[in-house]
C-alpha cells in the first residue's frame, strides 16, 4: 500500500483527492456508495503490477474529497463532469473506466457522454439503466435490492 500515491486537484470548485500508481495506460475506478477509493487498493496494485496506471478519486464529499455546499444538489452528471475534468487536468485523453455500485452508474453516464474518452469500461453489481429522471425503476431490480432498502424506514442495511 505504501507505493499508492494521494493527490488533489481542483474540479469545478471543489478539491477532490485521489489516489494513484503505476505507468501506462490509465485505469479509472470508481467507488460505491457508501465507500472511498480504499475499496480498489488490492485491484490498483494487481493493475499497476500488469503495466497500467491506476486511479481511484474520492467522489465529492467522500473521503478526502471536498464536500459541495449544496451536496443535495448533486447529480450523476456532476460526478460525470467532475470525472472529465480531473482526467482533462491531469492531460489523461483516454481511460478504461471500472466502477462498482453507484460508480458503475458514474461509469454508463460517462460512456454515454464521453464515448471518444472510453477505452473499455466494466461494471459490478448494478445493472445499466438508461439516463432520465428519477431514482432506479424498482420494477426492473431484484427484490429487496439494497438500493432500495436505503428508503424504508428503520430498515438496516
Known amino acids: 500500500m505504501e507505493k ?3 493527490n488533489y486537484v ?4 471543489l478539491k477532490l483527492h485521489f489516489a494513484e500508481i503505476g505507468t501506462g495506460p490509465v ?10 477509493w480504499y475499496s480498489w487498493r488490492h485491484q490498483m496494485i494487481a493493475v499497476a503490477d ?13 473521503g478526502l474529497s471536498e464536500l459541495p455546499t449544496y451536496p443535495e444538489l448533486t447529480t450523476f452528471k456532476d460526478l460525470v463532469d467532475d470525472l472529465l475534468d480531473m482526467i482533462d487536468s491531469l492531460d489523461i485523453h483516454k481511460v478504461f473506466l471500472v466502477g462498482k455500485d453507484f460508480g458503475a452508474r458514474v461509469v454508463f453516464h460517462f460512456a454515454l457522454l464521453h464515448p471518444n474518452r472510453v477505452l473499455a469500461l466494466a461494471t ?5 439503466l438508461l439516463t432520465g429522471p428519477g431514482t432506479f425503476p424498482q420494477d ?10 436505503w ?7
Do not use: M, S, T
Not at 500488469?50 to 467522500?62: E, H, L, S, T, V
Open 10 to 13: 481542483n474540479v469545478r470548485g
Open 27 to 36: 485505469v479509472v475506478f470508481l467507488h460505491g456508495f457508501p465507500e472511498i
Open 124 to 128: 459490478l453489481g448494478v445493472p445499466f
Open 50 to 62: 500488469a503495466g497500467f496506471r491506476a486511479i481511484a478519486p474520492d467522489f465529492r464529499g467522500y
Open 4 to 6: 499508492i500515491h494521494h
Open 140 to 149: 426492473l431490480l431484484p427484490k429487496g435490492f439494497y438500493v432500495l432498502r
Open 151 to 157: 428508503q424504508v424506514r428503520n430498515v438496516c442495511v
